[in-house]
């Protein structure tokens, strides 16, 4: 019996470890995928700008932000602390557990991506700015409030104004309304294209910022 | 919470886990003679590998539970703490550690479990213990550069070494087993282990 008992136990591990290694992984089949899958539907994927500019505000523990444009768009302009990085790059990165990650591209595509791969490499708290670099410019450094706003846009404004100038922006009130950035948080279809960033990091430049 | 297994027990329920495993814990050490210094240092000599023993069939036990917990869907383990990797900090640690090991013949929680049966050792090693925690802390600002120093991440190794999980799990048992078998090799050409 002595002997017996401990080659039982040796059996049985024999067992699950070859079930282990034929089942290859510790995951019911899809469930990442389908956990993945109910994120994005949740719309937890993402961080808006103005609530971005809070967590840089007030030093949120573990934040890392890093920005998937050319280096040389991130050299003319990018979000505050934010870190360069190519894609590879950020999936070589090695980050602590407690690591708060946000991206952004120039949209928000190539962000949606590397969040993508970021999660399915088991990084948990990643968020990425749904519309990059024009919505930190459009909510954050250059928020607008036409003559005649609506609540939500007044509501909206108010919000970004104290962030604006703490990150060096110019807000504007009183402006056309032709001239209001719009974007999801306006309800407007409208993304973000290379052109319409370009032009609002250009004005940015030109006025010495 | 290190194992969220589906149970919903509550702040308190939780809590009496801590006392109740530490409890089990000390109670399989002592069955299994760690409480003894001379069959503890007996494995520096390799005249006595019950620690080996003990530990490794543990950790095995341990891996293949969380593989086909998790594998079943009953254990998330994306919500299960994998601590941080610090290399040389971590290292020095572990010269520390087993330098006090072989010193004594206890490491913590055999000290424990030494002291709760009855040797004064077991005392001396725990008051040891507590002193160096001590002494840590009282250095800790000093310490703090090199204690953060070489940081790795949360590293597991199947994202070490790009492998399966399963290979691991496979390999890791395999080397566990071959392992006993040499051991009880080694204890027999020393004619048998140290009795408690």
């Known amino acids: ?209 | 919470m290190s194992a969220p297994l589906p149970l919903d027990l509550g702040e308190p329920a939780l809590l009496l886990t801590a006392p109740v495993l530490g409890f089990a814990f000390g109670w399989f050490l002592e069955r299994s003679g760690l409480g003894h210094p001379a069959k503890l240092a007996a494995q520096f000599y390799l005249r006595d590998l019950t620690v080996f023993k003990v530990l490794f069939s543990a950790l095995v036990t341990a891996m293949l539970g969380a593989f086909w917990l998790g594998r079943l869907g009953l254990l998330d383990l994306g919500r299960v703490y994998v601590p941080e990797t610090f290399l040389l900090p971590q290292l020095a640690g572990g010269v520390i550690f087993g330098s006090g090991f072989v010193l004594a013949g206890l490491c913590p929680g055999t000290s424990c479990v030494a002291w709760a049966s009855g040797r004064w050792d077991g005392l001396a090693v725990m008051l040891g213990m507590l002193a160096g925690v001590l002494g840590y802390m009282l250095a800790q600002p000093l310490l703090q550069p090199f204690a953060d120093a070489t940081s790795r991440g949360s590293v597991t190794l199947p994202h070490l070494l790009h492998v399966p999980t399963g290979l691991l799990v496979a390999a890791i048992t395999a080397i566990a087993l071959g392992g006993f078998a040499l051991a009880e090799r080694i204890e027999a050409k020393h004619a048998g282990v140290l009795e408690h």
């Open chain 1, 1 to 209: 019996m002595r002997t017996l008992t401990p080659r039982r136990l040796a059996m049985a591990a024999v067992v699950l470890a070859l079930g282990a290694l034929a089942a290859g992984e510790p995951r019911p089949p899809g469930q990442d995928l389908m956990a993945l899958a109910a994120e994005i539907e949740a719309e937890r994927d993402h961080v808006s700008a103005p609530e971005l500019a809070q967590w840089i505000r007030r030093g949120e523990p573990g934040l890392r932000i890093f920005d998937l444009r050319a280096r040389a768009e991130y050299d003319e302009l990018h979000v505050a602390g934010a870190e360069w990085v190519t894609l590879e790059g950020l999936l070589r990165l090695s980050l602590p557990g407690d690591a708060k990650v946000v991206l952004y591209s120039e949209g928000g595509a190539h962000s949606a991506q590397a969040w993508l791969l970021l999660r399915a490499r088991g990084v948990r708290a990643v968020w990425f700015l749904r519309e990059g670099m024009y919505e930190w410019i459009a909510r954050v450094l250059e928020p607008r409030l036409p003559r005649d706003p609506s609540p939500a846009e007044q509501a909206e404004y108010d919000v970004a104004l104290p962030l604006s100038r703490y990150f060096g922006g110019v807000p504007r009130r009183d402006v056309p309304r032709a001239q209001v950035p719009t974007g999801y948080w306006t309800g407007s279809e409208t993304r973000a294209t290379t052109p319409r960033v370009a032009e609002a990091v250009g004005r940015i430049r030109r006025r010495g910022c």
